[in-house]
């Protein structure tokens, strides 16, 4: 059963995010992969995200589809027109990329050519209206496609600090959802009983919601996330319990592995982000139960 028709039915699903090279040199992107098949629905493959020059995420994607898992991209118009981004769409349909993820591209002063001039032609509503009118059968100037595109696409929620950005945001995603997003994906999740109401929030918009796992690698980055994103909800408990442990990556891995099994029983699935640690992925699956 693919990613679409498992989270239409209720059934939760599980995702990895993957970043392809930067470079030609695939050959731990396809590892990671090989490492993966049957053990989550989908890979999603980030398209030069944090402003850093990579590999597109449509060939990463047709690498991961080779090795017999379903992908998914990520969608913006930071660096593309409508005409490029629809162009990509089709290409990515007929490469067998079904699952899109439209996001916010991050500021390019944040990465490795701040002299890239911006695009921003299409903001994420206006790409997923284009995406709802490619599947219906035309582009965004009206003209009829021969052959029409069946795309599963969603849409992410940013961090929020408080109530106030937790409204915005969910405004925000109601709009999206509006426009054609089949689903929504959140921010890392690093308290559950703190985050259930936010999740149960989104949830009110009835398509699916996908929580963010994110694998802290040692005390220094899960002390930088709890000072620098307060929204993070990231508690002192929790640097502690790494603190003190006998062995700090073990006990990241497992800290990720129960997330994913009480999140669970809140969500309709998990995106597992290990951030440049994909080796360790089936690690977190294994903690996880999975």
Wanted: charged letters at 25%; a negative charge; one cysteine or more.
């Amino acid at each position: 059963m693919n990613l679409k028709n498992k989270l239409t039915n209720g059934e939760f699903s599980v995702i990895a995010e993957m970043s392809t090279p930067k470079g030609v040199d695939i050959s731990d992107l396809v590892t990671s992969a090989r490492n993966l098949k049957s053990r989550v629905d989908a890979v999603v493959i980030p398209d030069m995200d944090n402003g850093v020059m990579h590999m597109s995420a449509i060939a990463g994607a047709a690498l991961v589809r080779q090795q017999g898992i379903e992908p998914m991209i990520h969608v913006y118009g930071r660096d593309r027109n409508r005409m490029a981004l629809q162009g990509d769409m089709l290409a990515a349909h007929v490469l067998g990329i079904p699952n899109l993820l439209v996001v916010q591209g991050e500021e390019m002063s944040l990465g490795d050519h701040q002299d890239a001039k911006l695009v921003d032609d299409l903001n994420e509503r206006d790409i997923l209206v284009m995406v709802d009118t490619l599947k219906k059968g035309s582009d965004l100037a009206g003209f009829e496609l021969k052959g029409s595109p069946d795309f599963f696409a969603g849409c992410q929620v940013n961090p929020m600090t408080d109530d106030k950005d937790l409204d915005a945001e969910f405004n925000r995603a109601k709009e999206k959802v509006d426009a054609g997003a089949q689903f929504i994906i959140v921010p890392p999740v690093f308290d559950i009983n703190s985050y259930t109401p936010i999740l149960e929030k989104f949830k009110s918009l009835d398509v699916p919601v996908i929580a963010t796992v994110f694998l802290l690698k040692n005390v220094g980055m899960a002390r930088y996330i709890s000072i620098n994103d307060p929204g993070s909800r990231l508690t002192d408990a929790l640097i502690t319990r790494i603190r003190t442990a006998k062995d700090r990556e073990t006990e990241c891995i497992a800290v990720a592995g129960e997330m994913i099994q009480a999140l669970g029983k809140v969500v309709h699935g998990v995106k597992i982000s290990a951030m440049g640690w994909e080796d360790r992925l089936p690690a977190i699956l294994d903690s996880a139960g999975i």
